[in-house]
C-alpha cells in the first residue's frame, strides 16, 4: 500500500531516456536527470549544453514526442543563429572576395561610368563650341543616351538592361550630391548682386516669390483638369533609389582635408602654382562638409535653414577666415572660389563642371520611368508645357510692369529651371549675368523647398500626379527633393516633370521668335 501510495503521489515521468549515441557531456546530462516531467522539458532542452545529432532526435520520437519537438526546435534555433555567422566568415579568400576585391570594384566601376559622362559632356561642349552651335550640348546628350536606350531596349532589352546597371553608380552618385552642384552661384552672391540696386534687389525677391506661387498654381490646376479629362489610373512606379545618408568617416575625412590644406594655404598661397588652386582643395572641403552637416539637421530645422543655405555660408566662412588671417579681401578669395577659368578652376568651377553630367543623367531616370511618362503623358506633357511657357512669359511681363532692368529681367528669366539648363538658356541672350540667374534659381528652389506642402494642401491639390509635377515645374530638384522625403508616391512625377521642364525650356528658348518676342516684352 506504500509502495502503491508513492507511486500516486510522485510526478508521471514522460520517458526514460535509452542508451544513446551522444556526445559525452550530453551524456553526463542525461544521466543526472534519467526522467523528465511536462513542466520541466521545455526549460531542459534550452538548457542542454549540446544539442544531439538530428538523427538521435528523430529516434526519441516513438518514446516522447514533446521532448523530441522540444530538442528539434532547440537545435533549428542554433543553426539559424550560427548561419549568419558562418555566412559571414567563410572561407579566407571569401572574406577577402567579400571585402577588399568588391570594395576596389565599387570604387573602379562609379570612376568610370561616372568618367564616361563627363568626358561626353566636355567632347560635347567643345564640339558645339567649334561648330558654333547655341543649343545646349549637354541637351543634346541626353536626347542620344535616351534614343540609344530606347532602341536596346526594343532590340535587346537584356543589353538595355545591362547599360542601365553599369551606369547606375554613377547616377547615384550625382543625385547624391545633386545640391552642392548647384552652391557655387550662391556662395559668389555678393560678387554678383554688388553693382544691383537695393531696390532692384527687392523687385527681384517679389518677382521670385509671386512668381513660384503663380508657377505652382498653374501647374497644379493644370495636371488636375487634364486628369479629370483622361481619367488615367495610377500604376505603381519604379522605385526610385535613395540617397544613402552621410557617415562619420567622410564627414572626419573632409574635416581633414579642410584643416590640412587651410594651414598650407596660409602658410604658402601660392604652394600649387597659383592661388585659387591653393584655395581650391579648403574651400572644396568647407563646401562638402557644409552640405553634409546641414543634411544632418532635424527636419523642422531645414524647413527654416536648407542644408543648400547651410552649404553656401561655410564656404563664405570660410573665405572670410581665410581672407582674414592671409589679410585678403573677401572678393578677391571668391573670386579664386569661381574662376571660371578652365586653366585655373577654383573650387566652385569643379562642382558647376558636373552641371551637364547632371543634364546627361535625366536620360536614365527618364528611361527607367518610360512607362509611367506613356502612361500619364497627356498629364505630364501639358502640364509642363504649359507651366513653362507661363514662368518665362509672366516674368517677362512683371519684371516690365514692376520697372526692373531689362538685363535683369532677363538674367532671372529660367527662375524654374535647373541651373544647369538655366545658365544655357540665359546664354541665348545678350546682357544677361549668369551669377544673378543661377542665385536666382536656387533662391526659388529654396523658397519652394520651405513652403510647397503647405501651400499645395492650402491649394488643395490632393492628387500625387498633381503635387508632384506642381513641385518640380516651380521649385525644380530643391523642391522635388523636399516633397519626395515626405511623399514617396510624389517623387517619380518629380523627377520627370523636373527634367521635362529644363528640356521644355532651352527649346523654346531655343526658337528665334520666343526669344525676339521675351525681348520686346521686357523693354
Request: aromatic share 10%.
Amino acid at each position: 500500500m506504500a509502495a502503491a501510495a508513492a507511486t500516486a503521489t510522485s510526478p508521471t515521468p514522460i520517458a526514460t531516456f535509452p542508451t544513446l549515441s551522444l556526445p559525452r557531456r550530453s551524456q553526463s546530462a542525461f544521466d543526472k536527470r534519467p526522467t523528465l516531467t511536462a513542466s520541466r522539458s521545455t526549460a531542459f532542452s534550452r538548457a542542454s549544453p549540446s544539442p544531439a545529432p538530428r538523427s538521435d532526435i528523430r529516434s526519441l520520437r516513438p518514446l516522447s514526442p514533446l521532448v523530441s519537438r522540444s530538442f528539434l526546435h532547440w537545435q533549428e534555433d542554433a543553426e539559424a543563429r550560427r548561419l549568419p555567422a558562418l555566412r559571414s566568415a567563410g572561407t579566407d579568400s571569401d572574406a577577402l572576395g567579400s571585402l577588399a576585391f568588391p570594395g576596389a570594384l565599387r570604387i573602379l566601376h562609379l570612376a568610370l561610368s561616372l568618367g564616361i559622362i563627363l568626358t561626353a559632356d566636355k567632347l560635347l561642349k567643345k564640339a558645339f563650341v567649334a561648330a558654333s552651335i547655341k543649343f545646349p550640348s549637354a541637351l543634346f546628350g541626353m536626347f542620344c543616351v535616351f534614343s540609344v536606350l530606347t532602341a536596346l531596349d526594343y532590340a535587346a532589352p537584356s543589353a538595355a538592361k545591362g547599360v542601365m546597371d553599369f551606369f547606375e553608380p554613377a547616377t547615384t552618385f550625382i543625385q547624391r550630391w545633386l545640391p552642392l552642384f548647384y552652391v557655387p552661384s550662391l556662395v559668389v552672391l555678393p560678387l554678383a548682386v554688388r553693382d544691383v540696386p537695393a531696390a532692384s534687389g527687392l523687385k527681384i525677391f517679389v518677382i521670385l516669390v509671386g512668381g513660384w506661387l503663380a508657377s505652382l498654381s498653374v501647374a497644379g490646376q493644370t495636371a488636375i483638369t487634364v486628369r479629370k479629362l483622361v481619367k488615367t489610373e495610377m500604376i505603381p512606379a519604379e522605385p526610385m533609389p535613395k540617397a544613402s545618408p552621410f557617415s562619420n568617416v567622410e564627414l572626419w575625412t573632409w574635416a581633414s582635408i579642410f584643416l590640412s590644406t587651410f594651414v598650407l594655404a596660409y602658410v604658402n598661397p601660392t604652394a600649387l602654382g597659383t592661388s585659387a588652386r591653393t584655395c581650391l582643395p579648403f574651400l572644396l572641403a568647407a563646401t562638402v562638409l557644409g552640405y553634409m552637416v546641414g543634411s544632418g539637421l532635424p527636419f523642422n530645422v531645414k524647413k527654416v535653414f536648407h542644408p543648400i543655405i547651410c552649404c553656401a555660408l561655410s564656404a563664405d566662412l570660410a573665405a572670410v577666415t581665410y581672407g582674414y588671417f592671409s589679410k585678403s579681401s573677401l572678393d578677391a578669395v571668391l573670386a579664386d572660389y569661381l574662376t571660371k577659368m578652365s586653366s585655373n578652376p577654383g573650387a566652385g568651377d569643379i562642382l558647376m563642371g558636373f552641371l551637364g553630367s547632371v543634364i546627361i543623367s535625366f536620360a536614365f531616370s527618364m528611361f527607367k520611368q518610360r512607362k509611367l511618362v506613356k502612361r500619364h503623358a497627356a498629364e505630364i506633357f501639358s502640364s509642363v508645357i504649359f507651366a513653362t511657357i507661363f514662368s518665362l512669359y509672366s516674368t517677362a511681363i512683371i519684371g516690365r510692369l514692376v520697372g526692373l532692368e531689362p538685363n535683369l529681367t532677363i538674367s532671372i528669366l529660367p527662375r524654374c529651371i535647373t541651373v544647369a539648363l538655366a545658365l544655357s538658356i540665359v546664354s541665348f541672350f545678350e546682357g544677361a549675368n549668369p551669377s544673378l540667374t543661377a542665385a536666382a534659381v536656387v533662391l526659388t528652389g529654396v523658397v519652394g523647398a520651405n513652403f510647397v506642402q503647405t501651400v499645395m494642401d492650402k491649394l488643395r491639390l490632393d492628387d500625387p500626379i498633381a503635387r508632384g509635377i506642381a513641385t518640380a515645374s516651380s521649385a525644380h530638384g530643391l523642391g522635388t527633393a523636399a516633397l519626395s522625403a515626405k511623399e514617396p508616391e510624389a517623387l517619380p512625377f518629380c523627377a520627370i516633370a523636373y527634367a521635362l521642364t529644363g528640356i521644355c525650356g532651352s527649346l523654346i528658348c531655343s526658337v528665334p521668335i520666343v526669344r525676339q518676342s521675351l525681348l520686346f516684352i521686357v523693354g
